[in-house]
């Protein structure tokens, strides 16, 4: 009889790990607790229109999770050209910044104003070195602060809903990576021989059926293997442990309670819910650091627009205060097959609290503020809105605040005492990653799973990356 492994959580990540162990010759069980595969690179029908939960777009420096991405997809796969920019005082700006633009969009002496702060900023940081110490001073110390003001500061206090002081540094060095003005400013008048991961310009999606094809394909294969099961609607009640072993997953479904012993268990759901979910319950130390890490919710707002389109990018980042909305994304830019004829759909974003205000607004209050607000950017008129309707995401970010990593530690310390548990994926780690970080995670764990060898997650990554580049 071979090995089975029960895997909580049917996103990318546990699709992977189970897809890299059924190929291996294993089995597996995946307990989903929503109805659908795919976790947050889902995607839905809705009547003529397939909506992601916010722009995916797939593009990934490591060659394997390419060529499997690829693979799956097959002739489903069509390679687009990125467009996002930032909507600001009536203008489009690029992003990643595009120094010739700024230059075009902003009034002279707002221009000289920048230059002259980063130059200030330079200067003093000369003198005494500015410390990485949260993302206000990571971007100030790179960009000068009326670039700061207008591009980064403003957005990311509006989406995380609190001060950039706040806010870790890793949140920049891991989504502006390497980017400074000056970089900025080298790009545009040179092509650099490296680029940066935030500047890739091609990527993968899929014609028809959305990015969670990607998903549906994986869990296809799992299901094609005899003796593999995925089970969606799935009510996790309790992980048993005792001593350095997970014993038995004790879950519901249709009413019906089952306890499934467990030889080896993998989770991707998230970490603090994983850790609620244990009995006998983890020391009071880890349960106290599991109760600091919060994560940023989403509502995803869909509108129906009557008209082809409304801009040509894939998404756009609105900053400004004065509006709810922190980003738009059109995927009929992504796929012309995702809406009909005439018709397209744009989902607003609106970053908030699990059971905050936002959270708890209806359906039809929440399609006004998106339709208002995109009709005050001047993006669209509010006639033009033919229907609109809601998704709502808990889980959508890790949020990086100054103390997150010391409390992931202690979390992540607790869970690599069990001989027969990996805790992986974007929520199993906390970790802000991307859908090919989850594809390599569930590769690389299946693969150690399938050696036998040991398992370290913090370096699951690395390893990968140095391998395939
Ligand atoms: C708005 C937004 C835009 C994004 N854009 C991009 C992009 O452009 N490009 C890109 O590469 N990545 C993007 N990402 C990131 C990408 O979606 C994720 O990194 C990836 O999908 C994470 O996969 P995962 O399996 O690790 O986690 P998840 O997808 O979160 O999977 C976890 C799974 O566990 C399930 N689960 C949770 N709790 C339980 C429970 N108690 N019992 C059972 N199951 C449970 C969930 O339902 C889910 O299916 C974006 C993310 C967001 C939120």
């Known amino acids: 009889m071979s090995r089975r492994t029960t895997i909580l959580g049917a996103g990318l990540a546990g699709l992977s790990a189970g897809h890299t162990l059924v190929k291996g010759g294993e089995t597996v069980s995946l307990l989903e607790k929503e109805d659908y595969i795919g976790g947050l690179a889902a995607s839905f029908k809705v009547g003529d ?6 722009p995916h777009r797939f593009h990934t420096r490591n060659k394997r999770v390419h060529t499997q991405v690829e693979e799956l997809l097959a002739t489903n796969a069509h390679w687009k050209n990125r467009l996002s920019r930032i909507y600001l005082r009536g203008k489009f ?74 806010v870790s540094a890793d949140w920049a060095s891991q989504r502006i990576t390497l980017l400074s003005l000056w970089d900025t400013v080298k790009k545009t008048l040179f092509r650099p021989k490296n680029v940066p991961r935030t500047l890739v310009s091609k990527f993968i ?22 003796g593999n099961s995925i089970q969606t609607g799935v009510r996790i009640k309790r992980i048993r442990w005792a001593g350095d072993k997970v014993t038995s997953v004790e879950y519901e479904k249709n009413g ?59 998404w756009v980042y609105l900053p400004e205060k004065h509006l709810r909305v922190h980003r738009i994304s059109e995927f009929k830019n992504f796929s012309e097959f995702s809406a009909p004829e005439g018709k ?28 208002a607000d995109l009709a005050t950017a001047g993006l669209i008129q509010p006639h033009e809105v033919l229907e609109g309707f ?20 202690r979390c992540l310390d607790f869970m690599k005492g069990f001989t027969n548990f990996h805790s992986s994926g974007r929520q199993g780690l906390f ?39």
Request: aromatic letters at 10%; charged letters at 25%.
């Open 49 to 54: 229109y397939t909506i992601d939960l916010g």
């Open 93 to 166: 700006f690029n992003y990643p910044l595009n120094a010739g633009n700024v230059v075009r969009n902003l009034p002279p002496w707002l221009l000289a104003k920048a230059f002259l702060d980063y130059l200030w900023v330079r200067a003093k940081n000369a003198v005494k070195p500015i410390p990485d110490d949260c993302f206000q001073n990571w971007v100030l110390k790179r960009f000068g602060r009326t670039l700061y003001d207008l591009f980064f500061g403003t957005y990311t206090e509006k989406a995380w809903g609190i001060p950039c002081t706040q």
């Open 256 to 314: 019906v309670v089952r306890d499934e012993p467990v030889e080896l268990l993998v989770s991707t759901i998230p970490l603090t819910v994983a850790l609620e979910l244990f009995d006998p319950a983890p020391p009071p130390d880890v349960m106290k650091s599991k109760d600091t890490l919060r994560y940023k919710a989403i509502v995803f707002v869909f509108l129906i627009v009557d008209r082809p389109k409304v801009t040509d990018d894939h």
């Open 390 to 409: 809601v998704r709502r995401e808990r889980y959508s970010y890790p949020l990086y605040d100054l103390v997150y990593r010391e409390h992931v530690k």
């Open 344 to 371: 397209t759909l744009v989902a607003a974003e609106i970053t908030c609290n699990y059971e905050d205000e936002t959270w708890n607004m209806d359906t039809p209050a929440l399609v006004k503020l998106a339709t």
């Open 431 to 469: 970790q802000y990653g991307n859908m090919d970080h989850s594809l390599a995670m569930g590769l690389v764990l299946g693969e150690k799973l399938l050696r036998g060898e040991g398992v370290d997650h913090d370096k699951l990554l690395e390893e990968e990356e140095s391998v395939d580049g």
């Open 205 to 226: 999606y899929p014609k028809h059926g959305g990015v969670g094809q990607i998903a549906e394909r994986l869990g296809e294969e799992i299901r094609n293997h005899p």
